[in-house]
């Protein structure tokens, strides 16, 4: 019996996509026939390294073909040429920039050659020459290696045509250990972090519901050493008077969960750093339902949740010296009998009562709880809030930033440096004391809606009220980023996994 349940238990449990579609390696020169080779070049006129031996090498043919189609040096220009000596395909990459590439700029290059060379590798071994770059990284062909597989991942589960085949990428370079060390030992973490996150918020609400999300990720942290794992229960939540999580999850068949992953990499009285991210499982907007159009992506409203689960494992299983606890409030939006309604007043943990104007602002709700069961339980020393909160913050920013509102200047401004090194960037958005007025509310302490505008500000004010003043408090709201539509180096179509690379670089930065 018992040996049934576990099998069922592995049947029902999503899995994931692996990295080990491709298989990365690293090496100082090449070993075996080449066919497929990709080279860097910042100078036609004057070949160096790797493209100087392949021009050689056929003759002059490189430098001919480049020179026939007008290559340009500059970053961003690719060509791929057939017919070269014996190589089946070469596939030639501008490497010229004005000023030294820091580590997302190397990044952004590894984006760009998975792209030239598409995800079917046909089981084929291709050698990318890193050489020759502007750059201080010793290490350079390890954030070219992980800006690759940032590129590389497609979600195919439900496809029966599959794009994606497996092959083998062998970076040559110089700095083989610096390399080698940097991408086995962290980076590699990251784009697993990453392809958990994109996976989970690309996963269907069918699919993906609160218990699914637990079982999932429990599931990928299996032997990560230094991880506690707590999971509060409907009886939990009632225990901690946890209102309005309860009631944004209770018209949903499947129970609301919170999901809390500790990591100790520090000592035990260091305070941690608390990441809380909104895991609504589907967003139909409840009895404030939303309409058709577009209400599909809604699946993805869990991101925020997702993205926490990624950093977390990310960062525990690179041994980062840090104390890391994540939450992750888990809960379906559904239009139900049973289902809260517009009017409806809801208690918290906090004690402060809510009042519905929208059950459509639902992520709030259940950050509310979450946000100072964080601070009760866990006495942390910064608290990040991450969320696919408001239509609004996409409205204002699109793809390019995510919003981040925090109670003082220099720490939004703390933030942006914290984007520009991570590869996800933030603008900040304000939070004024009108914001919370303009959520007092008639019947309870607050409301969970505003007139209208400013809607990110105004949700953040929501989730402000449960957070303590003097906390370092930072909210992201990554509604316009976490799903893309125009493909970036780094993100292919879909879910972005945003907030993997920005959390795991602040957590960097504060240790
Ligand atoms: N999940 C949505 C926000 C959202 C919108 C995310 C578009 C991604 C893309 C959120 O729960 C929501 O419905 N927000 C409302 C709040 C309003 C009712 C105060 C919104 O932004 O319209
Ligand atoms: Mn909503
Ligand atoms: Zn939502």
Known sequence: MRKLSIMIFALCTLSFSALAQVTVEFSGNVQGDVKHVVVLVDDLDTLNGAAAVLDAETNGQLFKALKAQSFKTEVGSAAILFGIGNYDRVVVLGSAVESPMNAVDLQNLGGKIAKQIGVDLKEQNIVVHVDGLNTEHADAAAHIAYGYELQNYRFEKYKSDKKQSPGTLTFISAGVNEAESTY??????????????????????????????????????????????????????KKNNMGALMGVGQGSIHEPKMLVIEYKG???????????????????????????????????????????????????????????VGLMPLAENMPAEDAIRPGDVLPTMKGTSIEIISTDAEGRLILADAVYYAQQEFKPRMLVNIATLTGSAARALSDEYAVVITRDWDLSVDMMGVGERSGEAVWPLPLHPNHFEQIKSDIADIKNSGAGNPGASIGAAVIGTFVDEDMTWVHLDIAGVDWITDVTDTVPKGSSGWGVRFMDQLVRDKK
Not at 276 to 281: F, L, Q, V
Request: charged share 25%; glycine share 8%.
């Open 266 to 324: 520090a000592d035990n009285d260091d305070a941690p750093i608390a990441l809380a991210g909104k895991g609504i499982t589907f967003d139909t907007g409840g009895i404030s339902l939303k309409r058709n159009s577009g209400m599909w992506a809604m699946k993805s409203d869990m991101s925020g949740a997702a993205a926490v689960a990624g950093t977390l494992y990310a960062v525990a299983s690179r041994k980062e010296n840090v104390n890391l």
């Open 184 to 237: 086995n030992n962290d980076l590699k973490f990251l784009a697993e972090g990453i392809y958990m996150t994109r996976d989970l918020a690309s996963e269907p609400g069918k699919t993906i519901y609160p218990q699914a999300f637990v079982d999932a990720v429990k599931k990928k942290f299996k032997g990560i050493k230094n991880i506690d794992i707590d999971v509060l229960t409907l009886r939990d939540m």
